[in-house]
């Protein structure tokens, strides 16, 4: 096994263990394990352990859904109907078996928010470069900055609480009801200080 396979093979294996049973469940000697791995091996690509590893699968996951949340709001040149699509991409993905194996931000961040500092300013991070895309998205459609960023900042929010009762009942309904309500969300523009319907 390569380096980069090593690596990624440990990399894999925490994410899912992490997502399954959480971080503070999660020990360095199952990784090991389960990875089939050595020890020497862990350490060598990720000298700080368990947190690092976890800093690197927050890493992975924010430019994961970065891309797709992209892709999806280029999708259309009406910006409610861009968003319907991105948040439709995600119920489908918590139709399917997947959305058990990648890490849940969300869930690492309940869990860790007062004990790991590091793995907080991560989450954080994670949830802000989110909301900023949503916000620069609305924008380039003519949303005014503060409002942007407070829709942003909502549907964010909106899509952390969907996304969470969705992995519980194994079914991206609850995020199909969130997409159908995005025209209400977003029906209105603030631009030079008036509200206007869009």
Known sequence: MSRKDTREMILETATR?????GYNGTGVNQIIEESGTPKGSLYYHFPKGKEEIALEAIRLVKQRVLEQTRHALLSSDDVIEAFQQHVNNIANFYDSEDSIEWL???????????????LRCACEKTFQDWQALYAETLEQHGYEQTAAKELGITINVLLEGATTV????KSGDTLR???KQIPTILCKKTTGGRTNES
């Open 17 to 21: 263990l992490f997502q399954r049973q």
């Open 104 to 118: 849940k931000v969300g869930l690492l961040a309940s869990e860790t928010a007062f004990t790991h500092e590091t």
């Open 177 to 179: 009801v969130v997409a």
């Open 166 to 169: 969705s992995l519980t009942r």
